[in-house]
């Protein structure tokens, strides 16, 4: 394991924090992290999340365990080498064009379009991700997005299923430094 970089985010909508670290290993990626703050609804949370990419950046599995108010979270997500996702084992339908896993409750994630995408000044491209939603009826889900260089560090983002779209600023590692509305690096 080589780490290459690491980040803390302070949460901006509710209290909470995020810190992540981004690995090499071996010809792979690995996102490590963990995440506590005040869920939507009140209930306080705890999380430690591991995302694992292939050298290309495509997400092959990753692990979700901590807590939700009282309800224990244990995820495992995997995507294989056809596309095809599971959570916990069950086959998650109709994402087999997503390549990206995203994390709803952590900017982490972001980084792997970002990488895998690797867009020039002034170009952008739609990157559809499975999409984990915590607590509600919560599993995978499609989440459409879309990228747009607009210079070295800034990216127009947008979200259009929660009406979301800002200009988010990107480190040179690939974290997402500021996320207008929602998170922002602590230095």
């Not at 980040?7 to 209290?15: A, F, T, V």
């Not at 064009?97 to 020039?120: I, K």
């Amino acid at each position: 394991m080589q780490p290459l970089a690491t980040i803390l985010w302070r949460r901006l909508d509710q209290p909470g924090h995020d810190v992540c670290r981004l690995d090499r290993m071996g010809e792979n990626w690995q996102l490590d992290g963990g995440a506590a703050f005040r869920h939507e609804d009140g209930r306080l949370v705890q999380l430690h999340y591991r995302v694992r990419c292939d050298r290309a950046w495509h997400t092959q599995w990753a692990t979700v365990r901590g807590w939700l108010g009282g309800e224990a979270i244990d995820l495992s997500i995997v995507r294989d080498a056809h596309g095809a996702w599971k959570l916990n084992d069950v086959p998650v339908t109709d994402l087999g064009h997503c390549v990206d896993l995203d994390l709803g409750f952590t900017p982490a994630t972001n980084m792997l379009p970002l990488r895998r995408l690797h867009l020039a000044q002034a170009e952008g491209a739609d990157a559809p991700a499975a999409w984990l939603e915590l607590g509600g009826e919560g599993g995978l889900s499609e989440l459409n997005q879309r990228y747009e260089r607009r210079s070295e560090t800034d990216y127009w983002y947008a979200a259009p299923r929660f009406d979301y779209a800002a200009m988010l600023v990107v480190t040179p590692e690939g974290f997402v430094a500021r996320y207008p509305t929602l998170w922002e690096a602590e230095h």
